[in-house]
Every structure is written in C-alpha cells, then in structure tokens.
C-alpha cells in the first residue's frame, strides 16, 4: 500500500496571507489527524477528521480549519497566518477502530516571512 | 492536557550498545506509542503497548509499561548508526484517536 502523502511539501508566504495543505491517507483510512511541530511547543494535536466529520479538535485558534473529502482526503487551512505558524505541518491517517496506530506522512514545512 | 515526557533528553552512544529512554504521563491511558523522527521527517510508527501489557517486543526494540507507576521505557539493543533520530513517545486516552506527545529523546548512535 502507498503511504501517506502530503502536498506540498515546502511553502514559503508572507504573514497575513492563508494557506492550504493537502493529505492523502493510506488506503482503506478513514482517520486523518494533523500535528504541528515546532521546536519550542514540540508536537501539538490539531483536530482529527473522520468520515468527513470533525471528530476531534486542539487547542488551536479558529484560524486552523480542516475538512475531509468523501475518499478520506484532507485538506487543512491556516489563515491570516503568523510568524509563529512556521512549523512542521505533519497528517497521520489510521483505520478504525482502536488501537489507532497512526501512519505519518512526510510533513510540510510551512515557513512565515 | 495530558503529555507524555521522556527522559533523558538526549542520548549519545557507541554503536552495539543498548539505548534506554523512559517516557511518563498523568493519566489513564488506552495505550502508548513510540515513534521515531529522523531529522524534522515525518514520524515512524514503532510500537503500540495496551494498557494491559506489561511488555512487548519488536525485533532490536523493548517497550514496557507500568500503569501503576504511569510510565514507559523503551529499549533499543545493539544499536546502529542508522538508529540516530528523535523518539518520541505519545500516549492515547480511551475513547480517543488523538496522540498526546512528549518532548522526545535526540539518541545519537556513534559508528
């Protein structure tokens, strides 16, 4: 099976601007989680979408958004970004039900000038 | 929110020795992973252990679990250069697909 794919995987825009990043889940994975890294809050829980629906959200301003299309595709959503979004943008698919052991895709490196 | 954290920080080795990490957390969890990051990538799914196991085995890797203690270690034998990277343990609550995770071990492995 093909991993998880995530499109693109550099970005570069300017405060204030929005951006939108792309997951493709393993096959047969209806759970798609997004993770944002960075080196000083370390790995933090976004929200997680599950068969189109929003089945679990982080502590993260409304300015992150996300939805999930009906082949399980996600998409996320930051806008009127800020310097302090530059991160590593990281989706993780699973199937159901638990244990839920999550496959990483490669990240988007998201950087705010 | 509930966080696992490792400890130590940072670990730096000859290869064929053994890496010890240990990772804590605060509350009842429905399991708890190990994942591996080799430099800022994404993250390498290593071992899942229940609330019910006590240890488990995956090839070089030792994972074991103590609830009563609300920690986890995980074990790497005989490492490899190739075993240089970031792990990270994160924990699952019940009813829940959301990984909560620590702060992560930078273990580097001298050839």
């Known amino acids: 099976k093909a991993g998880v794919t995530q499109t693109p995987r550099y970005l570069i825009k300017t405060r204030g601007q929005q951006v939108t990043l792309s997951c493709s889940p393993i096959?047969?994975?209806?759970?798609v989680s997004w993770y944002q890294q960075t080196p000083g809050q370390g790995l933090q829980f976004l929200f997680e979408?599950?068969?189109?629906?929003?089945?679990n959200k982080g502590n993260f301003p409304g300015r992150f958004s996300g939805r999930q299309f009906s082949n399980s595709r996600s998409e996320m959503n930051v806008s009127t970004l800020e310097l302090g979004d530059s991160a590593l943008y990281l989706c993780?698919?699973?199937?159901?039900?638990?244990?839920?052991?999550?496959?990483f895709g490669p990240g988007t490196r998201l950087t705010v000038t | 929110s509930q966080q696992g954290e490792e400890d130590p920080q940072a670990l730096s080795i000859q290869e064929g020795e053994n890496a010890t990490m240990n990772c804590s957390y605060k509350?009842?969890?429905?399991?708890l992973q190990w994942y591996r990051q080799n430099s800022g990538r994404g993250l390498v799914h290593l071992i899942l252990?229940?609330?019910?196991?006590r240890e488990k085995h995956s090839g070089r890797l030792r994972v074991t679990l103590d609830t009563s203690k609300k920690s986890s270690s995980l074990l790497i034998t005989a490492s490899r250069a190739a075993d240089t990277a970031s792990y990270f343990c994160?924990?699952?609550?019940?009813?829940?697909?959301?990984?909560?995770f620590g702060k992560g071990n930078q273990v580097v492995v001298i050839p």
């Open positions: 993780a698919s699973s199937s159901d039900p638990a244990p839920y052991e999550q496959y």
């Open positions: 096959s047969g994975h209806r759970s």
């Open positions: 979408y599950f068969s189109e629906t929003q089945r």
């Open positions: 509350t009842s969890i429905n399991n």
């Open positions: 252990i229940r609330s019910n196991e």
């Open positions: 994160a924990t699952v609550l019940y009813g829940n697909n959301r990984l909560a």
